[in-house]
């Protein structure tokens, strides 16, 4: 007997619980040629802003020991492309995606989140709490407690659609930032992004990237995000998204036990487009092996 | 477009760290353009993550091509030491290719200018065999001779053939940029277009020769890839209309479109 | 002719850039009888605190992509013990030896630097801020500009030996703090501890290790410690030790390029305890290859 | 004591997932005690960076040494596939050994009880070689016939041999502890002394018949290590005076010094 592998967040049922990470997938069509997207829990986007980014200059990506560095600077088309370019594909899959947006302002977060609430299909929107909040100087609008709660409130304002905060990494203690989350009333709590690093490239004694530095993705950062699920998953009832470094089914259960409702993979869909799908399989064939019958069993099991 | 293990049916040092490597898939074979590349995975250790981007070399026939790569780094080394028999992971072919002229009539008429950067040759071949049908004049450069590759199976398909080495080790000591300087003071042909592939200093200096003597010319770009596949954005270059994905809207663009003051 | 490897850290000066890490040589008796001593550039000793620590329930070690978790707990045998039975090996060493010192209380930390002053041979006092600072529920020292100066500010006042604050990675922003090691006259800064990290053990569904989350280091970590390198060494002069996932004279030298003045080794003694020695010798082989006569003119290169 | 590149001799299966590793080393043939282990790097990969604790099995001769192992992870399925001829790098002999009788009278008139659980006979086999003088009497536990090894080795020392599995496939069905408990009833030797290894519940289990019955028992525990020579404390278990360090004031430690309640 096959066991049940569809989760919920909040109001959102999956199929299964394996979500493509933003800016992992792009807008779903290129990478449609190598997977089957209506065998996947759900699709995230890759980033949009309001005005369309060209991004960082080349390289953009390093590969490291367990992991890769990606400095590819939000490149994308601003908000108006996608609508117009991007969404009718998204629209025509049959699983639920989601738009991540950023912003340079609370406000602008707010006004992206006006237009896409104008357009139908879509199940949720992901704040990518990542990037630098202008107000503030250099700091990242995820890293303090009432910005992103501020932020979350004015975007809850002006649309219906359910909410994603998406966390960064870089905090002195993540469960400050999740309770934000909870009291802001955020539908679900994605984490985590990639952590700041860099290489310097010997032949040269300078930095390797294009933009000096990046993040840090793939198999290195797992032990670091499962203890961020684990730690979050303790002290709010939010669903979780769990990310980082999953590249298996193992991963996945990793997380999955730790707190998290679903997960995203990000590097794992760079190296093999088709590695939801196995991933998925082998979450399944645990399951089977355990003789478990369904995958909600699992989340959250190791904080008992 | 599925993925696929492929085998290998043999995989030899053609020279000093130089590697050909014959892979058995119809597939491919029978679905691939000139300029088009694999996506290889060389190794399942996760400090070597990422595929790597090889051309496809050579159609041998409608079951078999070749790959021809260089050993640099940890990948191509990996890749060195695999065995006849074994199957690697490929994505492919990916990209867009180089544009051919389009009808025989066309081919015939072309004169068909190659530039190779070392190994920058690996899709030439390819490209030199979908246009038996035309002049081929190969410009071929290296550091040292023991690099100039393929000269011999140019010669077979009748190309005439220009070396350069920078150590003056054969043919003409320099760059092969300036090698083709010169002969295009002589070269006369109304129809020629010139296909390149190399460093990308190179690549800078044979758009400027091609612009001054206002002949086509379609470049082939290196860059470190991720996905290869157009969704990661990791790989672009500068073009007059912003970054471009080399390994979805290239690897070949036409040195016009490069917005080559900011590479 | 061999290039000069030597090095200084403000007044102390080192035979070559090799630190041998804090908790991963003990206090040198027995890696002495695997590494000769007194060829490395200087040795930091295990954390001692006022009163002895039993550490945490095994197991204390996980082996995971890149690097290994762990969850000492801080295990050392307190600082009277330490004086009596551990400084006499210590000080018949040819080389530098600091003293890592934690407390709960900024007053324990200068209560620990008083008992050490009155010691002799001791080149620097690290202070791992990476502990919880108990009057402040669970933050950790290093994680508030102020506590860490004030932490300074107070061990300075009661000795006159050189000190080092050792920074946590768990931070917004790791400039803030190194701000405030600067203001406060710190002589030198190091840096990462380890990053909080977990692993779940899928056989049981639970945590895997007896402390539950423990500590990542070794090569996963590499890229984000230089990053942290990389920007502290841009706004701050005061000598760097750089840590976190050195194997080799490669890594190393990154490290110097990015700002450090010496680097420590920490996984890299567990799994072969002369590991130091290979490690300098490639820094040697490095300088050879480039022809370049000091070491002194790599330090912050790739900042220029 | 310097680390070592060592030659293995040879490595083979000797029962499905166990293996018997050869290996040529003077410096610990000559140099080792029964209890003692060496700690080796089983890969080069940094996904497997830690070193692996194997007991010294036997001392073949004055330059060769033998491991017995079962293959339960990572590190030991990558020892599995060395190959006869490779070197790997080991520390060692690392540890304390199990403490013997002193003098040849005393060896002489102990009777040695030595306990196995599974994989736990690996170091016992040396100690027999060592203690040859005395009566033996091995009691040996396994899940299942199979895994029942080195019976032949110690019958050639003229031990007396007990056998329990837990599937009752060989000899008594069940635990070793109540194997060895039922047979503690008749045997009755004022000089016996208890020698165990296994897993850390067999461990307790004869800890407390050792105790019941007044015999001294010395236990070798397994703990997962870091640095393996006493540096990290890592692999620390809990003993009446606090944690104890396995790789450095163990692998071997008297029954009576555990603190077995919190184990
Ligand atoms: C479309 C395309 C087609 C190609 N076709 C061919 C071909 O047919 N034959 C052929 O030989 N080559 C070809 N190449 C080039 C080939 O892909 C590279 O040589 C190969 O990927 C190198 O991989 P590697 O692991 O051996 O080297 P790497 O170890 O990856 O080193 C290669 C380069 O990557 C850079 N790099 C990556 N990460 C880091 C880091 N962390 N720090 C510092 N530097 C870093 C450096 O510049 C380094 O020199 C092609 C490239 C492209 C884009
Ligand atoms: C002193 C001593 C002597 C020994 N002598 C022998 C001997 O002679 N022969 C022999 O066969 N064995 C012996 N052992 C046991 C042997 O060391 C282990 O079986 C071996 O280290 C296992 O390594 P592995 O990589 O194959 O397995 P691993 O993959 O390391 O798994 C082994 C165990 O490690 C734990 N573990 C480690 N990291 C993680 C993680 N991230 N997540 C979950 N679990 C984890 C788990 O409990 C797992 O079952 C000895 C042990 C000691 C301490
Ligand atoms: C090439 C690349 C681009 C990314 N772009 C985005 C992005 O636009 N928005 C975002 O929220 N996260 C982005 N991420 C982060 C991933 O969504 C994910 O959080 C992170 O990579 C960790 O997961 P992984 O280890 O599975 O890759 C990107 C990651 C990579 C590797
Ligand atoms: C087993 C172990 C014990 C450690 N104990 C301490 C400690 O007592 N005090 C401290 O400041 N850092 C301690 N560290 C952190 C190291 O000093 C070092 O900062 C960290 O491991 C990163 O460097 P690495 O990647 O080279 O190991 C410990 C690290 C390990 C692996
Ligand atoms: S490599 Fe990902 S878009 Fe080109
Ligand atoms: S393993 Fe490091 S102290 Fe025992």
Redesign the interface.
Same mark, same amino acid.
Request: aromatic share 4%; charged share 25%.
């Given at each position: 007997m096959k066991p049940d592998i569809s989760v919920k967040l909040c109001s959102i049922k999956l199929q299964n619980p394996i979500i493509l990470a933003s800016g992992t997938c792009g807008f779903g069509e290129e990478i449609a040629k190598f997977l089957n997207l209506n065998k996947v829990g759900a699709l995230i986007t890759k980033t949009i802003t309001l005005k369309p980014k060209e991004g960082n200059p080349p390289p953009r990506i390093a590969e490291v020991e367990g992991g890769i560095i990606n400095s590819i600077g939000l490149e994308n088309p601003g908000i108006k492309s996608f609508v117009k370019d991007k969404l009718p594909f998204l629209r025509k899959l049959k699983i639920p995606f989601f738009v991540s947006i950023s912003g340079e302002t609370e406000d602008e977060f707010a006004e992206l989140a006006k237009i896409l609430d104008k357009e139908k299909n879509i199940s949720a929107i992901e704040l990518n709490l990542s990037c630098p909040n202008l107000k503030q100087g250099k700091n990242l609008f995820g890293q303090d407690p009432k910005i992103t709660y501020e932020t979350i409130k004015k975007v809850k304002e002006v649309t219906s659609i359910p909410i994603i905060a998406k966390l960064t990494p870089q905090v002195k203690d993540i469960t400050e930032i999740a309770l934000a989350c909870h009291k802001a009333n955020c539908d679900i709590i994605s984490l985590i992004n990639t952590i700041p690093a860099m290489v310097i490239d010997l032949r040269t004694g300078k930095p390797f990237l294009g933009g000096i530095s990046g993040g840090l993705s793939g198999p290195a950062i797992k032990t670091v995000a499962l203890k961020m699920v684990y730690d979050v998953a303790k002290v709010v009832d939010t669903p979780i998204i769990g990310c980082g470094g999953i590249m298996n089914g193992k991963d996945a259960v990793e997380f999955i036990l730790a707190g998290a409702s679903a997960v995203s993979v990000g590097t794992a869909n760079l190296i093999s487009p088709d590695s939801a799908q196995k991933t998925t399989e082998e979450i399944e064939n645990y399951l089977i092996q355990r003789k478990i019958n369904s995958v909600k069993k699992l989340i959250g099991k190791s904080l008992d | &477009?599925? #993925?696929r293990q492929i085998l290998i049916l043999n995989n030899k040092e053609i020279t000093s760290g130089y590697f050909l490597m014959k892979l058995s898939s119809p597939r491919i074979a029978q679905n691939t353009l000139p300029g088009q590349f694999l996506h290889i *995975?060389c190794s399942t /250790? /996760? /400090? %070597? %993550? #990422?595929?790597r981007p090889l051309s496809i070399h050579r159609v041998i026939n409608k079951d078999t091509i070749e790959i021809l790569y260089k050993v640099v780094g940890k990948g191509t080394l990996c890749l060195s030491k695999k065995k006849k028999g074994e199957k690697i992971?490929c +994505?492919g072919p990916l990209g867009n290719g180089f544009q051919l002229p389009k009808t025989d009539n066309q081919k015939h008429k072309t004169e068909i200018i190659l530039v190779a950067g070392g190994i920058g040759i690996a899709p030439l071949i390819f490209l030199s065999q979908e246009l038996a049908k035309s002049r081929i004049v190969a410009f071929l450069g290296a550091k040292t001779k023991d690099e100039i590759l393929c000269a011999k199976e140019l010669k077979n398909m009748n190309a005439e053939i220009h070396v350069s080495t920078e150590d003056g080790s054969l043919g003409y000591k320099g760059l092969v940029s300036n090698l083709l300087k010169n002969k295009l003071l002589t070269l006369n042909s109304k129809l020629s277009i010139i296909y390149a592939c190399g460093p990308k200093g190179m690549l800078k200096e044979i758009a400027l020769l091609s612009k001054e003597h206002q002949i086509p010319c379609q470049v082939s770009f290196e860059?470190? &890839? =991720?996905?290869g +596949? =157009? +969704?990661? /954005?990791?790989?672009? +270059?500068r073009t007059k209309q =912003?970054?471009k994905r080399v390994c *979805?809207d290239g690897p070949v663009f036409d040195a016009e479109e490069i917005d080559w003051e900011k590479i």
């Amino acid at each position: 007997m096959k066991p049940d592998i569809s989760v919920k967040l909040c109001s959102i049922k999956l199929q299964n619980p394996i979500i493509l990470a933003s800016g992992t997938c792009g807008f779903g069509e290129e990478i449609a040629k190598f997977l089957n997207l209506n065998k996947v829990g759900a699709l995230i986007t890759k980033t949009i802003t309001l005005k369309p980014k060209e991004g960082n200059p080349p390289p953009r990506i390093a590969e490291v020991e367990g992991g890769i560095i990606n400095s590819i600077g939000l490149e994308n088309p601003g908000i108006k492309s996608f609508v117009k370019d991007k969404l009718p594909f998204l629209r025509k899959l049959k699983i639920p995606f989601f738009v991540s947006i950023s912003g340079e302002t609370e406000d602008e977060f707010a006004e992206l989140a006006k237009i896409l609430d104008k357009e139908k299909n879509i199940s949720a929107i992901e704040l990518n709490l990542s990037c630098p909040n202008l107000k503030q100087g250099k700091n990242l609008f995820g890293q303090d407690p009432k910005i992103t709660y501020e932020t979350i409130k004015k975007v809850k304002e002006v649309t219906s659609i359910p909410i994603i905060a998406k966390l960064t990494p870089q905090v002195k203690d993540i469960t400050e930032i999740a309770l934000a989350c909870h009291k802001a009333n955020c539908d679900i709590i994605s984490l985590i992004n990639t952590i700041p690093a860099m290489v310097i490239d010997l032949r040269t004694g300078k930095p390797f990237l294009g933009g000096i530095s990046g993040g840090l993705s793939g198999p290195a950062i797992k032990t670091v995000a499962l203890k961020m699920v684990y730690d979050v998953a303790k002290v709010v009832d939010t669903p979780i998204i769990g990310c980082g470094g999953i590249m298996n089914g193992k991963d996945a259960v990793e997380f999955i036990l730790a707190g998290a409702s679903a997960v995203s993979v990000g590097t794992a869909n760079l190296i093999s487009p088709d590695s939801a799908q196995k991933t998925t399989e082998e979450i399944e064939n645990y399951l089977i092996q355990r003789k478990i019958n369904s995958v909600k069993k699992l989340i959250g099991k190791s904080l008992d | &477009m599925p #993925l696929r293990q492929i085998l290998i049916l043999n995989n030899k040092e053609i020279t000093s760290g130089y590697f050909l490597m014959k892979l058995s898939s119809p597939r491919i074979a029978q679905n691939t353009l000139p300029g088009q590349f694999l996506h290889i *995975k060389c190794s399942t /250790n /996760n /400090n %070597l %993550l #990422l595929r790597r981007p090889l051309s496809i070399h050579r159609v041998i026939n409608k079951d078999t091509i070749e790959i021809l790569y260089k050993v640099v780094g940890k990948g191509t080394l990996c890749l060195s030491k695999k065995k006849k028999g074994e199957k690697i992971d490929c +994505i492919g072919p990916l990209g867009n290719g180089f544009q051919l002229p389009k009808t025989d009539n066309q081919k015939h008429k072309t004169e068909i200018i190659l530039v190779a950067g070392g190994i920058g040759i690996a899709p030439l071949i390819f490209l030199s065999q979908e246009l038996a049908k035309s002049r081929i004049v190969a410009f071929l450069g290296a550091k040292t001779k023991d690099e100039i590759l393929c000269a011999k199976e140019l010669k077979n398909m009748n190309a005439e053939i220009h070396v350069s080495t920078e150590d003056g080790s054969l043919g003409y000591k320099g760059l092969v940029s300036n090698l083709l300087k010169n002969k295009l003071l002589t070269l006369n042909s109304k129809l020629s277009i010139i296909y390149a592939c190399g460093p990308k200093g190179m690549l800078k200096e044979i758009a400027l020769l091609s612009k001054e003597h206002q002949i086509p010319c379609q470049v082939s770009f290196e860059q470190f &890839m =991720g996905c290869g +596949i =157009g +969704i990661c /954005n990791a790989c672009v +270059i500068r073009t007059k209309q =912003g970054y471009k994905r080399v390994c *979805k809207d290239g690897p070949v663009f036409d040195a016009e479109e490069i917005d080559w003051e900011k590479i």
